[in-house]
DNA sequence: AACTTCAGATTACATTCGTAAACGGTAAAA
DNA sequence: TTTTACCGTTTACGAATGTAATCTGAAGTT
C-alpha cells in the first residue's frame, strides 16, 4: 500500500512533529496548502488504515505518530525513480543532472567530500 | 497535464523505437507487463491527447512518435523528486544512498571521474 | 458488390486520489 | 441534567488511472 502524494505532506509534518494532534498537522499544513479541516482528517485517517501512522487515545483527542520512517520512505521512492529511469543506479542521476548544468557548487563540493570518504574507509 | 506510470511504459518503448506503430507498441509492451491490446491503444490516445506523441497516418495504420524528449521527462521527474525529498539538491540524494550503501563500485568509479571533470573545466 | 477483417475510436467500469461536507458521540458548559 | 461544542467517523463526489470490451468505418478478399 503506497503512500499518495497528499498523504506524503501529511508525513511530513508528522517527521517533523511527532507526536501531533490533527489540530497540529491542519494548522502546519494550512500554511502551505488550502486544505480544509476535514481534507487533512481524511488523510490522517487514510494513513492509519495503511498503517503508516499511529494514533493513540489523549483525552479528547488522538496523538498522531509516524510508523513509517522517513528515511525508509524517502528510499523507497528515490530507488522507484532510479529503477525506471536510470537503471537502478546512482551515478547517471548525477551525471544528468551535470548535463544539465544543475549541480550547484555546494552540491559538488559535497560529491567530492563523499567520494574521497568512500574511497578512503574501504 | 502529466503522464501516469502505465503511460510512461508506453513512451519508454517509443523512446526506443521510434516511430513505432501500435502494433509494435503492444508487442513490447507484452514482454513486460500483462496488457491488452486494447489497454496500449487507450494509453496511446491518452498520450496523443496529452499532446506528449504524434500519430502521422501511414496507409491504414499510424506510426506515432514521441513528442516530449525522455531528458525533459527525466529531468522533470527527477527534480520533483529531489524537490519533495531532498530539498531540490543532488548531494544529498547521494548521501542517503552511500548511508544505505547503495552505491556500487561502479557508482563511486564514476561519480568519481564525474567530480574530477567538473572541477577541472571550470 | 457483398463479406470479412483489422485498426482506430468510443464507451465502460472499478479503484485511487484530492477535496470536502455531514453525522454522531462524548466531554464540557450552563 | 440538558445543551453545546468539539473531535473523530462516515459518507460524498468528481477527476484521474488502470484495465479493457465494443463499435465503426475503411480496406482487403471473394
Redesign the pocket.
Known sequence: M?I????SLVMEVLWEKNPA???DVVAELAKT????E??V???L?RLLKKSAIS?ERD????LYRPLLKRADYVHAASTTLLDRLFNGRVAPLVAHFSERRKLTKKDIAELKRLIEDLDHDR
Request: aromatic share 8%.
Open positions: 503506497s499518495s502524494d497528499a498523504e494532534t490533527s489540530d496548502t488550502d486544505w480544509q476535514p481534507t482528517k481524511t488523510l485517517n494514533a483525552g479528547r483527542r488522538y
